[in-house]
T-cell receptor, first 115, second 113 residues
């Protein structure tokens, strides 16, 4: 069964540095998402991406964050000038077509630790 | 805004015990409802879903029924196994254009022999 793959599985970064989290969505999917889960808290929506542009974003997704689909396969989340509170598990997801009947398929996540 | 409330964990059961994990939601209209499962060291996997009132989602012996009158989507399994040990997340997707999933906090289940 096709999978969403994320790299790296664990990223350790100094506060203030930039980090790029990478995702390869399922190949025929059209919608892409990033979520995060701070330890002990809920999984929170960050952003959705369709047709090479952001379709929806949460209030968490401020100017510090950006997303990109640099080629036909990768989907990246960039966090500029990281802060301690950015430490979390970041999940990428993808889905086929819009609508309530299409589930989102998740990757295994990247654990981001800011020191 | 939309929200999902799950019963607090952790839940510890013996093999073959009956499982219920409660989930209630707040949303306008008819959201779609999901249960995701996260096994240790892995990502979120869709377990089951229901997209309209009175629908029953089922998979791997788990079931959940979309109850509009009580705004609930409780997860049940008649006889759990050790391999069911995981964290279970209830989630909704609002009716209309938004594609984002709104998750509950998750309930950790441990099944002992």
């Amino acid at each position: 069964e096709p999978e969403v793959t994320q790299t790296p599985s664990h990223q350790v970064t100094q506060m203030g540095q930039e980090v790029i989290l990478r995702c390869v969505p399922i190949s025929n999917h059209l919608y892409f998402y990033w979520y995060r889960q701070i330890l002990g808290q809920k999984v929170e929506f960050l952003v959705s991406f369709y047709n090479n542009e952001i379709s929806e974003k949460s209030e968490i997704f401020d100017d510090q964050f950006s997303v990109e689909r640099p080629d036909g396969s990768n989907f990246t989340l960039k966090i500029r000038s990281t802060k301690l509170e950015d430490s979390a598990m970041y999940f990428c997801a993808s889905s086929g077509i819009q609508g309530n009947n299409q589930p989102q398929h998740f990757g295994d996540g990247t654990r981001l630790s800011i020191l | 805004g939309n929200s999902v409330t799950q019963m607090e964990g952790p839940v510890t059961l013996s093999e073959e015990a009956f499982l219920t994990i409660n989930c209630t939601y707040t949303a306008t209209g008819y959201p779609s409802l999901f249960w995701y499962v996260q096994y240790p060291g892995e990502g979120l996997q869709l377990l089951l879903k229901a997209t309209k009132a009175d629908d029953k989602g089922s998979n791997k012996g788990f079931e959940a029924t979309y109850r509009k009158e009580t705004t609930s989507f409780h997860l049940e399994k008649g006889s759990v196994q050790m391999s069911d040990s995981a964290v279970y997340f209830c989630a909704l997707k609002a009716q209309g254009g938004s594609e984002k999933l709104v998750f509950g906090k998750g309930t950790k289940l441990t099944v002992n022999p």
